[in-house]
């Protein structure tokens, strides 16, 4: 309420801004989300019995109770049948307000009608309140939380409730205002701007690094093509299957990963073509290249990427709700793996004979100084570790007993954190105390 509400409304009006807020037809009819509400004053018609009145008149208690239940119900009746309309007839009973309830009849005594305002006070009142809210610390308000249902879209229904709540706005009376305080808006958007960051930073990187260490720019793209096609049937397979696709799915593939298969078959075909003597192939002559090279090492890129794939197995066998965290991200990562394989297998041999030159012999590029670099670091301490066996076995082991010892000592938790860079402050107190 804003300033001067109280000395317009009373108790019983904040019950009203609370009923308008828990409209079932919050988000209209596809049903995506419900209501829960914390504060206001339920209103009640409280009926005060005066036990002196009572005795003096020779009524008791269960002749008013019996008395306010058969004057206040709606009563169904027949139908009335009037070709080609039936009028379904029904009698209402129900009270409006405190003057109804005071002129009920309790019973007759000597001819004279006893009413519940004889022996009673009608009053407003509210009924025991289990929790309250406050805002600012200035005073009581109604707070409302909407709750997303199983398996709905979780920015569609932050739309829906806030296209709901501009028309709710339109009703309430002067002095009333409804502020969101959550607003789950900025989080949906974070967590899909986080996916579409990783996803466009995690292919930009594994194009850059397949261009550069392959030395040929028309090897890396065919290798970089797979990137989105792999996404592509790991969408689909996510649409088939019913796996959402959030935060955890989605975020968590490797493109490194993806195109393994890939590179292990461009990588040998152009390493073949840049052996062979300098020349110039015809199309028949490429094709029998990429078949030759591909078929040497179709198994080996398909028992690499099936090696991957088996590690998320386990992860499918989680339950509870590490399952639910880590279950789709297992899925989708396993498909984008399977659609890697069968493109490698088929899309990028096809692709290499058709858009890889057909020149043959090999020049010297920035590849080649890269590799050289790294061979020189890496020869002299693959010899030295040849050399010392027995060292290089007892530092692996130290390692992992290490390793070892302080995986007993770390604590557990499956759940990855996430900051909302939003604070709800939720006190809850002992039954019985005083608000």
């Known amino acids: 309420p804003k300033p001067g509400f109280e000395d317009k409304y009373n108790a019983m009006d904040l019950r009203t801004v609370q009923d308008w807020i828990i409209k079932p037809q919050l988000i209209g009819t596809k049903g995506v989300a419900e209501v829960n509400t914390l504060g206001g004053m339920l209103k009640q018609y409280e009926i005060a019995v005066q036990p002196d009145k009572l005795r003096s008149m020779n009524t008791t208690m269960p002749e008013i109770l019996e008395a306010l239940e058969h004057n206040n119900e709606n009563t169904g009746g027949a139908y009335i049948d009037k070709k080609p309309n039936a009028y379904f007839i029904r009698g209402i009973g129900m009270v409006n307000g405190i003057d109804d309830i005071q002129k009920i009849v309790v019973k007759n005594q000597n001819g004279i009608p006893i009413l519940v305002r004889d022996v009673a006070t009608v009053q407003f009142g509210s009924s025991i309140r289990y929790g309250a809210t406050t805002k600012d610390g200035k005073g009581e308000a109604v707070s409302g939380m909407v709750m997303m249902l199983k398996g709905a879209n979780s920015a569609e229904v932050v739309g829906l409730v806030k296209e709901k709540m501009a028309q709710i706005r339109k009703s ?24 579409q960051t990783n996803l466009l930073e995690g292919a930009l990187i594994v194009v850059f690094i397949l261009i550069l260490l392959l030395g040929n720019l028309r090897a890396g793209l065919v290798v970089a093509s797979v990137i989105p096609l792999s996404l592509l049937f790991a969408v689909s397979l996510m649409q088939l299957f019913g796996v959402s696709g959030n935060l955890m799915s989605l975020g968590a593939i490797d493109f490194g990963l993806i195109v393994d298969g890939a590179v292990i078959i461009v990588e040998a075909i152009v390493h073949r073509l840049q052996t062979m003597p300098t020349g110039k192939l015809n199309a028949h002559e490429m094709d029998g290249v990429v078949k030759k090279e591909a078929h040497k ?49 088929t899309y990028v041999p096809m692709m290499s004979a058709l858009f890889l030159s057909k020149k043959t012999g090999h020049t010297q590029n920035i590849s080649d100084r890269i590799i050289g670099f790294c061979y020189r670091i890496y020869a002299p301490l693959l010899e030295g570790a ?50």
Request: charged letters at 15%; one cysteine or more; a negative charge.
């Open 172 to 195: 309430l009376p002067e002095g009333v205002d409804v502020e969101p305080f959550l607003d789950r808006t900025k989080l949906v958007k974070n967590a899909i701007g986080t996916v």
């Open 297 to 345: 090492l179709m198994s080996s890129a398909a028992f690499g990427q099936l090696i991957i794939l088996i590690v998320y197995l386990p992860i499918l066998a989680l339950i509870g709700i590490e399952g639910k965290m880590f279950r789709p991200m297992a899925q989708t990562v396993s498909f984008a793996i399977l659609g890697a394989c069968i493109l490698s297998l």
């Open 386 to 435: 040849l050399k010392m066996k027995g060292l290089v076995v007892g530092i692996a082991v130290a390692f992992f007993a290490v390793s070892m010892l302080v995986f007993n000592s770390l604590g557990g938790e499956f759940i990855p954190t996430l900051d909302e860079s939003d604070i709800a402050t939720h006190v809850i107190i002992p039954p019985g105390s005083s608000m």
